[in-house]
């Protein structure tokens, strides 16, 4: 099968981590061990978020004194593709000597009029208090809002509409490369009147962006790797019931929170409904990558249900 993963942040970085090098190389190299098997048999396109990694890159850009100004947010985010993509080859490539792969700068398009420019909600970078996030706000230009207790920058996260090197990416899986993509959901740019690429200050969201990517190369499953095992309904009630076999408009009816399963839940469903029969898609533990493939763990999701 031709099969496109979905890395949740947790790959990368887990919850109360430091986010030194080291750390983030061996959660890499654990992730890799588990996702290995999956390339004996299979097409694979891995794809993975970079939330943590470019919000170092942009305080370290904002505080440095030698800028007339910081490295906008598209720039970091291919500094990210690079790091991350080049952690995760070493580390599937020490798992599978034998077998080839490449890790894909890409661009993702999006559209320059879309509503997510005007009202940015992508949380980025680190916490702060009120008062240090607004002398950070007026210093370097950036907006920001509450996040529960603490506030942090906001950018914006305009939807996907298309990954410009999909058929690089394509060629590279006939070829039988295993390929490294779509970092932090993909460089944001705009074409402009004359049709030329631009790179916008955004954010796009991975999972919307994976599915994009499942369904243009036509992937028979797109798998979205988290911490938790299974979609859950009623989380964190007396209620809460793991969903395992269900359908897009099943899951679009649960009331999810939308900076965590939300996301996923609606890249899953895209995926599904974009393909119709015979596609299916995942949302899942990483320990259990290959059982989700086979639709024995976390929640799978197909049209029939």
């Not at 690079?82 to 490539?93: P, R």
């Not at 080839?100 to 208090?129: C, I, M, R």
């Not at 509409?161 to 070829?175: G, P, V, W, Y």
Request: proline share 5%; with cysteine.
């Amino acid at each position: 099968m031709r099969i496109v993963i979905a890395l949740g942040g947790n790959a990368l970085l887990q919850r109360g981590q430091v986010p030194d090098a080291a750390a983030q190389v061996e959660n890499i190299r654990r992730a890799m061990h588990a996702l290995a098997p999956l390339t004996d048999d299979h097409e694979v396109v891995i794809t993975h978020g970079n939330g943590p990694q470019v919000g170092i890159l942009a305080m370290e850009s904002a505080s440095d004194a030698r800028l007339s100004q910081p490295y906008p947010f598209d720039a970091l985010g291919a500094m990210t593709q690079g790091l991350i993509g080049y952690w995760i080859l070493q580390a599937v490539g020490n798992e599978r000597p034998y077998r080839q792969f490449a890790a894909v700068l890409n661009q993702t398009l999006v559209d320059a009029d879309d509503p997510a420019f005007s009202d940015p909600t992508k949380f980025v970078g680190e916490t702060y208090d009120q008062a240090t996030a607004r002398e950070l706000s007026d210093r370097h230009g950036w907006q920001v809002r509450q996040d529960g207790g603490h506030w942090r920058r906001v950018v914006a996260s305009p939807r996907p509409r298309e990954i410009i090197e999909t058929r690089l990416i394509d060629h590279l899986l006939d070829e039988s490369v295993i390929v490294v993509c779509a970092g932090g959901g993909g460089v944001p740019v705009v074409r402009t009147e004359t049709g030329d690429l631009r790179g916008v200050e955004a954010v796009i969201d991975k999972d919307l962006s994976a599915a994009l990517l499942a369904h243009r190369l036509k992937a028979d499953r797109l798998v979205v790797l988290t911490d938790v095992p299974a979609v859950v309904e009623g989380y964190g009630t007396d209620r809460a019931r793991e969903i395992r076999r269900t359908t897009p408009a099943e899951l679009r009816a649960l009331d999810l929170p939308a900076g965590s399963m939300g996301p996923k839940v609606e890249a899953v469903c895209r995926f599904v409904e974009a393909g119709g029969r015979g596609v299916a898609a995942a949302v899942g533990n990483l320990e259990e990558a290959e059982a989700l493939v086979r639709g024995d763990a976390g929640t799978y999701v197909t049209l029939e249900g």
